[in-house]
Structure formats: structure tokens, C-alpha cells
């Protein structure tokens, strides 16, 4: 637990007073992690961390877990249960009642909040009323403060670096599944976390018209593209990158897509700044795309928050009116897609400055020629 972590806990006790809530209650998962610095799996026993609006949280939790939450600064109740399942509704209803909270507004996190927990909770406390704090939290989480963006651009530098050093095993009749693994490996090298944001995408050929294709057993052939999505994690926070190569030479169109691509890419990082609405972005992004004649091959918003998750808010989409402010991290990702043929997407890691965009990301966004053998003699 940190100073980062109780301040945050004393803003969204401040914002429930606000929007009229008594409590929120998180399980395992992101959110959990940015309040109290504590970590649990989803397991089959559940965990259920509870802040009422007033006074210390309280959690219920394995009484082989309890050690973690041991030294919680202010003190945090646990309210443990042991292996007979029989005795964990009481273990809810007790914290429950510790923390007034059988009546009421309690604020809970639909994306995270499962069926166990949630019943839980009902048969504790029929009268309680269940509400979405998700724009609440997202409000807190989107603005990340110096170290957090310190660790996303760690998390960036082990991602750019781990790809860098596998390049050279794109050779034709290598497998996407087997750069995929050489990349998991050699981001566990360059000091991931253990915990990364997604298993990577690496696609070939006609495979890269499909967005969030998986690794599979298609070979690399001359004259394929290549597209890697991938990213790392440090202390908790992720990085998110995409970017695409040539095996020899490729078809002059999917140069050309390339680089409409970049030229995307760049408007949509030049129209961040503080002030502009996600919308805008996504809809300059657009703009370059559609002018091109491939608006129709653009199937996917521009880009997403990042952070504790590798999908979380701001979303950068047309449906969006959320005002960029310093301190907002996200990707700009624009991408053609070409049926059956190939498809290129440039992403980026950008981070809303006090008058502009940082990219956090650096490597080239060219669309770079992979060597052949031959090319070697």
C-alpha cells in the first residue's frame, strides 16, 4: 500500500459523497490493484474488497490470504472464511453489516463484478442497491500521474526491445506461433511482468486482414507481410504496440496501404492535445484513411485507453465526446484491412501532454523490409 493508494482512496470516498453512493465494492483485478496495491486471482473463493464512504475498508477473503493484506496503513478489517463453503455467506454478511451497508447505494464494477460475488452480496443484503461506479472509477484512473507513466514507458522500452531481437528469426518457412513464443520469451528476458496485457498477435500473409488474429501454423513466404501486436508489462502496467514488416517484396497496393497508414498514424497523434474530444481524433484519423479511398477497410475505433488494462477509458471512437486531458495515456492505432490479401495497422502508446502528445513508442513506423537469405550473399 502507498501514499498514491490511500490518497486515491480518500477521492473516491470524496466522490461517493457526491454522487450519493454508501460504498463501493471491487473484486480481484485492476481496480483492486490501484486502490489498495493489493493483488489477488480470481479463484474459485471469493474476495470482495469494501470502502464504505466513511471510515476504514474492509475485506472478505480466504483465510489463506490473509498475510497479504498484513501492515495495510490505516488498517483494513478482514473478514475471513475458511474451506467449508457453508460459512462464506456469513463472512459477506458480517462485513456488510460492519460496514452499514444492508441498505443503500453500493457502487460495484459490472466489467469485473461476477455472478459469485454479486450473489453473495444479494443474499446479504436484499436491500441494497446495486449501481455502476465504472465512470466514476474511470474518471480517477484515466490521468496517470508520474510514476505510473514512468512504468508504462518501461513497459514500452522491454516490449520495443524484445521485438528488436527477434526480428531476425522472420525467415521464410518459419511459423507465426513459433515468433509468437520466441517474443513471449524474450519479453520475460527484457523483465516483463509475468502478467502480460495480451498473448501476441504475429500473422502473415492474408492473415493480417484480420485485426486480432491468432498465431497459428501459416508459414512466412517471400512476398508476405507481417504484422506484430504485442506488448509487456511493468509493475502493472501495460504497453501496447503494433507494427508490420515486408518478407522481400510486396504488392505495390499494400505499400501504398502502408503508407496511407502512417500518414494516419501521424495526423491522429498531431491532433492530440488537451481540449480536443476523442471523436475528433478518431474522426482526423479517419478523414486521411477515407480520403485514400479505403474508408470502408478502416473497421475498428482509432484507439483505447491503457494503463493498469490493455483495453480501459478513454476510448478514441467516433462515439465519444470525452475532452483529452494531461496526463491521459492511450493508443493511436489506425489499420486497412484488405480481405483474403493483407492488412497493415500502426500503434502507438501516446500520453496527452500539458500542450501536445508524447509518443511513449519509437520505433519505426515505415513499413521495413525483412532481409532474405539471399540477400546476405
Not at 55 to 66: A, K, M, R, T, Y
Not at 249 to 276: C, M, S, T, W, Y
Not at 312 to 338: N, Q
Request: hydrophobic share 40%; glycine share 8%; proline share 6%.
Amino acid at each position: 500500500m502507498t501514499d498514491a493508494s490511500l490518497e486515491r482512496i480518500q477521492q473516491l470516498q470524496e466522490l461517493m459523497a457526491q454522487v450519493d453512493l454508501q460504498g463501493i465494492a471491487l473484486n480481484p483485478g485492476p481496480d483492486l490493484s490501484y486502490f489498495s496495491g493489493l493483488s489477488f486471482h480470481l479463484m474459485e473463493r471469493p474476495v470482495l474488497f469494501i470502502l464504505p464512504r466513511d471510515g476504514s475498508p474492509l475485506i472478505v477473503l480466504p483465510e489463506l490470504e490473509e498475510r497479504k493484506i498484513e501492515g495495510f496503513p490505516g488498517g483494513m478489517r478482514p473478514f475471513l472464511y475458511n474451506e467449508d463453503s457453508s460459512t462464506w455467506a456469513n463472512a459477506f454478511q458480517s462485513a456488510l453489516s460492519e460496514a452499514r451497508l444492508l441498505e443503500g447505494k453500493l457502487g460495484v464494477m459490472p466489467r469485473q463484478l461476477r455472478l459469485l460475488e454479486f450473489t453473495y452480496i444479494q443474499q446479504a443484503a436484499p436491500d441494497l442497491e446495486l449501481e455502476s461506479a465504472q465512470s466514476l472509477i474511470a474518471n480517477l484512473r484515466m490521468s496517470k500521474d508520474k510514476n505510473e507513466i514512468a512504468w508504462m514507458s518501461e513497459a514500452v522500452r522491454i516490449a520495443e526491445c524484445a521485438l528488436s531481437a527477434v526480428l531476425s528469426a522472420l525467415k521464410p518457412g518459419v511459423t507465426e506461433k513459433e515468433i509468437a513464443s520466441r517474443l513471449v520469451g524474450r519479453l520475460f528476458l527484457e523483465g516483463s511482468d509475468p502478467a502480460l496485457p495480451f498473448f501476441p498477435i504475429v500473422s502473415f500473409g492474408e492473415n493480417t486482414a484480420n485485426p486480432h488474429a491468432s498465431p497459428g501454423q501459416r508459414e512466412l513466404r517471400e512476398g508476405d507481410l507481417v504484422l506484430v501486436d504485442w506488448g509487456a508489462g511493468y509493475k502493472g502496467y501495460y504497453s501496447d504496440i503494433t507494427r508490420v514488416f515486408a518478407m522481400g517484396d510486396i504488392h505495390p497496393e499494400l505499400e501504398k496501404v502502408a503508407q496511407f497508414v502512417q500518414q494516419a498514424n501521424r495526423a491522429g497523434r498531431a491532433a492530440v492535445k488537451p481540449g480536443a474530444l476523442a471523436k475528433d481524433v478518431d474522426r482526423t484519423v479517419r478523414e486521411v484513411i477515407s480520403g485514400a479511398g479505403y474508408g470502408e477497410f478502416f473497421i475498428h475505433r482509432t484507439g483505447h485507453g491503457l494503463g493498469r488494462e490493455a483495453h480501459e477509458e478513454p476510448y478514441i471512437s467516433a462515439y465519444e465526446d470525452t475532452e483529452l486531458i494531461p496526463g491521459m495515456t492511450f493508443t493511436i492505432e489506425p489499420g486497412i484491412y484488405l480481405p483474403n490479401r493483407g492488412g497493415v495497422r500502426i500503434e502507438d502508446d501516446v500520453l496527452v501532454t500539458e500542450d501536445g502528445c508524447q509518443s511513449l513508442t519509437g520505433l519505426p513506423r515505415e513499413l521495413t523490409q525483412l532481409l532474405l537469405e539471399d540477400d546476405f550473399h
